[in-house]
């Protein structure tokens, strides 16, 4: 069924992510996305750092805590017909407005535009989110897995968050820590230190990064035992190493893992005995499942040393494995 000619043409919302603050970091479609809206609506703070694309928009500004007002406002005027940008710093579906108004879009019983339910356009432009932008002044941090945890409790139970950390501090990962305080919540990121040393060397380093990108720029390399010394706030974010990272000249870096395969002697990569260029390591899934099939030791045992739960180390050791047989690199970078 066609809309009716009368009716107004639908309009659309565009989540923009801004990246960290910085008019060289603003990507091509972020800027032209701007430049195509109607009405921009953001926080106040968002808007002030694209002040010079917005002239002759209509512009909606809002406080921090009013993401679902923006959203219903955004709504509103993409019913009437207008493109709206709906700014984000960093990327839009990162702690950022992207899942808000699919919230609001959702209860207001939008589907998706399928050419025919007359209905408005979404789309989502990508920006670098503050865990890329901050690493990237720091040095290589996130070089091997890590994840990112945020510290307000605005809208989810301390509870939650702390058994987060704790899963993440014990699990090794490097994490980029977003919302770690502000001039209220002073005490979050007391406790994400507390739950990371009961699992992590208080040597472990961690680097604070103050508004990346931006003039107030402050960046300082510590460690896990003295993170709270440091000047944090609510524009900033903080990254812990995990075990392998180091800081050197100045730069932190969490190794990519080719010292576990490959030794460098007098300028030659040379691969380490029992391994093999291009096979997963001997200590990878089929060579560790062979390992503790051959041991003879008990489930509990084998758990109790891998620190894994012992039902996944009796059903391993139930289990039969292909040979790792092909050449098998990761994916290109
Ligand atoms: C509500 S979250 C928004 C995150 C954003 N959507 C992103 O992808 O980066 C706000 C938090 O992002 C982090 N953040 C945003 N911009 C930053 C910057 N320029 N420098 C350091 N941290 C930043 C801080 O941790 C801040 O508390």
Same mark, same amino acid.
């Given at each position: 069924m066609n809309a009716p000619e009368? *009716?107004?043409k639908p309009g659309k919302i565009m989540l923009v992510g801004l990246g960290p603050g910085s008019q060289d970091h603003l990507t091509a479609r972020a800027r032209a996305a701007i430049a195509e809206a109607d009405t921009v609506i953001g926080y106040v703070t968002y808007i002030r750092l694209v002040a010079d694309l917005v002239e002759g928009k209509e512009v909606i500004k809002k406080a921090m805590t009013e993401e679902l007002d923006r959203a219903i406002e955004a709504l509103d005027r993409a019913r009437q017909g207008k493109k709206v940008a709906l700014i984000s710093s960093g990327d839009a579906g990162v702690y950022g407005m992207a899942g808000p108004t699919f919230e609001v879009l959702f209860q207001a019983g939008w589907t998706p535009p399928d050419g025919e339910n007359g209905e408005i356009e979404v789309e989502i432009i990508p920006g670098a989110s503050a865990l890329n932008t901050c690493a990237a002044l720091v040095g290589a @941090?996130? *070089?091997?897995d890590f994840c990112a945890i945020s510290l307000s409790d605005l809208l989810t139970p301390w509870p939650t968050i702390a058994r987060r950390l704790d899963a993440v501090a014990y699990a090794d990962f490097v994490v980029a820590l977003y919302n770690p305080k502000s001039g209220r919540r002073t005490q979050q990121i007391v406790e994400a230190q507390r739950i990371f040393l009961r699992h992590r060397d208080p040597q472990t380093p961690v680097a604070i990064v103050k508004s990346?990108?931006? @003039?107030?720029q402050r960046i300082e390399l510590t460690t896990l035992e003295k993170m709270n010394e440091a000047d944090i706030g609510m524009l900033s974010t903080v990254l812990i190493g995990n075990s392998n990272t180091f800081i050197q000249h100045g730069l932190m870096v969490t190794p990519r893992g080719y010292a576990n395969k490959y030794a460098v002697e007098e300028g030659e990569r040379n691969t380490r005995d029992g391994e093999q260029a291009g096979r997963s390591l001997s200590t990878g899934l089929g060579g560790w499942v062979a390992t503790i099939q051959a041991s003879g030791r008990s489930a509990a045992e084998l758990a109790a040393e891998y620190r894994l739960p012992e039902d996944y180390i009796a059903a391993v050791l139930q289990s039969e494995y292909l040979p790792d047989t092909a050449e098998d690199e990761e994916g290109g970078n």
């Open positions: 009368n *009716t107004v @941090p996130l *070089t091997h990346g990108y931006r @003039p107030k």
